[in-house]
């Protein structure tokens, strides 16, 4: 059992997740072994209540500093890493003349297990604790990521990309040696990756169709299956970014009444379900999430870069589908989960129903840590592990942030009366440098 004093955030699951926070000036967090060994929080409160009951306890003290939960990624591509920031007119030329070529390179071993450990030390330099991040298409790319992931107890989830069709040939799936088609391959290899992977540890797998315009009928179908064969997996992709791509799917499957409602017809949206962008959506499709139970990755700071729209976060609310916070690196233009959840901040402004509203500090940094983990279904329901959080029983990743770590931040954050605007003072101004240390519930 380990202790650690200093000021204290975590979200109350029963709360609305706009005033949601929990917040102690000076706390201590507690956290030990459960029952399987794992590293969860044992006590979460205020250091004069709690301290007492913990006779002996070791405690780390740092003062001036904010213990918050660990920062949820819904969705971003390590492969994408070296292409962040590439000018494009829009998302399918900036795929065919940055990303598809860059994402070639992963076939190689070597190059994949270089570009996972940067990815991986980048994600923790930022306080992501937890990621659903893409591969490519080479298995080679996965086992790499996971290998990587295993060594520094990041709880990651991945899986092969799948793409047979519409894309440069160096980048589709292969043909199998003895004779099967690129497609099956590629369903074959899904499916012993997923088996070497998924559950180990803190891992999970991920199936993954790139968007529809890549994958053929069959391919989708087989991925369908899979899910269906896997419910503990989990399924990716992208839908609704962009006008060009809108127009590329709804020509390619015709048949279905929306590009949304493509995924369903081939049996992948289903709880831990999750898809990208979300952007382009009509009421029929918000239910469509909602009955399906799933979620959506918001990636403001892409949305942004590459213009492709305002997430609809009024009509997510009302509709009642779960969404949380991505960076969409390399679309997305920062691993900073300040930076996303500043660009959120404008992306409801835009949005916003009512002159006025705006989506509070609380309600964003709670779409970076507990809303995203319940979007993966990592919250906790039905006794499966929590990330997100720092109440008793979720898994005790943390992240310890320095208010003052730039002169502005410390003026800023000195003056600030109430905690929204503590938490927005840290959003507005934070960055890589706010996060001091970042803590592996498994690593203690
Ligand atoms: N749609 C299909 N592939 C991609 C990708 O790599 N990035 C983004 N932003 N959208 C996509
Ligand atoms: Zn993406």
Redesign the pocket.
């Known amino acids: 059992m380990k202790g650690y004093r200093a000021a204290l955030l975590r979200f109350d699951p029963a709360a609305a997740p706009q005033q949601s926070a929990v917040y102690e000036a000076d706390g201590l967090l507690v956290v030990g072994p459960d029952a399987r060994g794992t590293q969860v929080v044992q006590a979460a409160g205020a250091w004069t209540t709690l301290a007492p009951r913990y006779p002996g306890l070791v405690v780390a003290h740092w003062p001036g500093r904010l213990i918050a939960p660990g920062f949820v990624d819904l969705h971003l591509?390590y492969p994408?890493t070296n292409v962040i920031g590439s000018p494009a007119s829009g998302?399918l030329p900036?795929?065919e003349n940055y990303?598809f070529p860059e994402e070639q390179r992963f076939e190689s071993p070597d190059y994949s297990a270089a570009e996972a450990a940067f990815f991986l030390d980048e994600l923790l330099r930022h306080g992501v604790t937890t990621a659903l991040t893409?591969a490519t298409s080479h298995p080679a790319s996965v086992q790499a990521l996971f290998t990587a992931a295993q060594q520094r107890q990041l709880r990651v989830i991945t899986g092969l990309c799948l793409m047979d069709r519409h894309a440069p040939a160096a980048l589709l799936n292969r043909a199998g040696p003895g004779g099967t088609d690129a497609t099956e391959q590629s369903l074959i290899d899904s499916e012993s990756l997923l088996q070497q992977w998924q559950g180990v540890g803190r891992l999970g797998y991920a199936i993954t169709p790139?968007?529809a315009?890549?994958s053929s009928d069959a391919q989708l179908r087989g991925a369908g299956e899979l899910a269906a064969r896997h419910p503990q997996a989990w399924v990716q992709s992208?839908v609704a970014?962009?006008p060009d791509?809108i127009s590329w799917a709804r020509a390619l499957f015709p048949q279905s009444r929306s590009y949304l409602a493509t995924y369903a017809d081939f049996g992948l949206m289903r709880e831990r379900s999750v898809y990208?962008?979300c952007i382009h959506f009509d009421d029929a499709d918000r239910a469509l999430m909602c009955e399906t139970g799933a979620a959506a990755a918001v990636?403001p700071t892409?949305n942004l870069f590459?213009g492709?729209g305002f997430f609809d976060y009024a009509a997510a609310d009302l509709a009642g589908f779960c969404y949380g916070l991505a960076s969409?690196v390399?679309?997305?233009t920062s691993f900073s989960p300040f930076h996303t959840m500043l660009a959120a901040y404008y992306v409801g402004r835009e949005g916003q129903a009512k002159p006025g509203l705006s989506l509070s500090p609380q309600q964003l940094w709670w779409q970076h840590t507990a809303g995203a983990a319940q979007a993966l279904g990592l919250d906790g329901r039905g006794g499966g592990p929590a990330v997100g959080n720092l109440q008793p029983g979720c898994e005790a990743d943390f992240v310890v942030l320095n208010p003052q770590a730039t002169p502005l931040l410390a003026r800023r954050t000195g003056r600030a009366a109430t905690l929204d605007e503590l938490l927005f003072a840290l959003i507005v101004l934070g960055d890589d440098r706010v996060v001091e240390r970042t803590v592996i519930s498994q690593a203690i």
């Open positions: 591509h994408q998302l900036w795929l990303t893409f790139r968007f315009p890549t992208h970014e962009n791509e990208a962008h990636c892409s590459l492709s969409d390399g679309g997305g």
